[in-house]
């Protein structure tokens, strides 16, 4: 059973840094592409980041690219998302998921498991 857990989320005040951290276990964590989504109220959960299974290549949503970074620590078996300039556009609940495949990709429909998601507030 794979268990995905975020950690992170908070209220932060508008041009502030968060960094979320998802903790996985339960799988061949070393081998699977991450990706980061998120949903704001109202609106349907969209992409936000993924990475492949080495860390070596990346995919950031147009919407966040230069001000959010994926990366993953392998040896910790662990996912972050380092967020600067951050929006009040960017208040969502954050979700992390794993896929069952080495290739980063940016559909929430190759992911197979999600963690239970971790709120974010920007204030204006």
């Known amino acids: 059973q794979v268990q995905l857990v975020e950690s992170g989320g908070g209220l932060v005040q508008a041009g502030g840094s968060l960094r979320l951290s998802c903790a996985a276990s339960?799988?061949?964590?070393?081998?699977?592409?991450m990706g980061w989504f998120r949903q704001a109220p109202g609106k349907e959960r969209e992409f936000v980041a993924a990475?492949?299974?080495?860390?070596?290549?990346?995919y950031h949503a147009d919407s966040v690219k230069g001000r959010f970074t994926i990366s993953r620590d392998n040896a910790k078996n662990t996912v972050y998302l380092q967020m600067n300039n951050l929006k009040p556009e960017d208040t969502a609940v954050y979700y992390c998921?794993?896929?069952?495949?080495?290739?980063?990709?940016?559909?929430?429909?190759?992911?197979?498991?999600w963690g239970q998601g971790t709120q974010v507030t920007v204030s204006s």
């Open positions: 998921a794993v896929r069952n495949g080495a290739l980063a990709l940016t559909t929430q429909r190759d992911y197979a498991y």
């Open positions: 339960g799988s061949t964590f070393s081998t699977n592409a």
């Open positions: 990475i492949n299974w080495s860390g070596a290549m990346t």
